[in-house]
């Protein structure tokens, strides 16, 4: 994050992140990773917290977000469950040793109706392909550690938990370049990305909102009812009837 496309990328995603979670509302947000991304700053939540990985370096400045208030693996929050309204994730599944068990854990410390923000390198973008055909020989452009997730199969981990996509962004379009002049004179390509080819930006951003689907106690609709035992009703007896006629009465 210290080269000029590293601030790049940087300053797109903290404007994206002041913008979305200026209009979540709660009690309490917690943002995993990144600390040269303040992605809470603009949020108005009486308690937010920061957290990093165990394996983050100890001796590592603070940076926009703060010191850590928690220090913790991030596929296993200590955070009790449905307690956050909040979790916003920078980077954080490319350098998650687990990045599914730590979405189901941000799953888990959610409450319904709670959201996830969640941001990342697009492998379907110019950065991408440069970081894989580096692979094959040459200098990387992106981090050595960590995997390139594409933001669709982000959708289809979110959609196997309890997760609703409700909003969505990519940007970054200018080419994987390292001098600040040369990312300048391609400024242009972030309109035109945006307007030509925007799945094609080497950033996204996704929003998801938890949802809980009630249950509905059904009978056993299919067990017929007992059936009613019948009323009796009480009948004259012919015989009856003719012993109590008098004398002499006509028939």
């Known amino acids: 994050m210290q080269t000029p496309g590293g601030r790049y990328a940087l300053d797109w995603q903290q404007r994206q992140l002041d913008r979305i979670v200026a209009d979540i509302f709660g009690f ?8 040269d991304l303040a992605g809470l700053r603009h949020n108005r939540m009486p308690h937010r ?24 693996e991030f596929t296993d929050l200590p955070i009790a469950s449905q307690s956050l309204d909040l979790v916003v994730l920078p980077h954080t599944l490319e350098v998650a040793s687990d990045p599914y068990a730590c979405l189901r854990e941000a799953d888990r410390v959610l409450v319904a109706g709670g959201q996830v ?6 492998a379907l973008s110019l950065w991408g392909a440069r970081q894989s055909l580096a692979r094959i020989g040459g200098e990387r452009y992106l981090p050595q550690s ?5 933001p669709r199969r982000v959708r289809d981990w979110l959609r196997l938990l309890s ?39 080497a950033m996204y951003v996704l929003v998801a909102t938890k949802r809980v689907r009630a249950m ?9 009812s007992a059936a009613k035992a019948g009323v009796g009703r009480p009948v004259a007896h012919r015989r009856a009837a003719h012993s109590r006629r008098e004398p002499g009465g006509s028939a």
Request: aromatic content about 14%; hydrophobic content about 45%.
């Open 28 to 35: 309490h947000a917690l943002q995993l990773g990144l600390r």
């Open 49 to 72: 917290w920061f957290a990093r990985d165990v394996v983050d370096d100890p001796e590592q400045p603070p940076g926009a977000a703060g010191p850590a208030a928690l220090v913790c």
């Open 163 to 201: 997760f609703e996509v409700t909003a969505g962004a990519y940007g970054c379009w200018r080419p994987p370049l390292h001098g600040q002049a040369w990312l300048e004179r391609w400024r242009f390509m972030d309109h035109a990305g945006e307007r030509w080819w925007p799945m094609l930006g």
């Open 117 to 122: 923000v969640v941001t990342g390198f697009n």
């Open 146 to 150: 960590g995997e390139l997730i594409s």
């Open 216 to 224: 509905r106690l059904v009978g056993k609709a299919w067990q017929p």
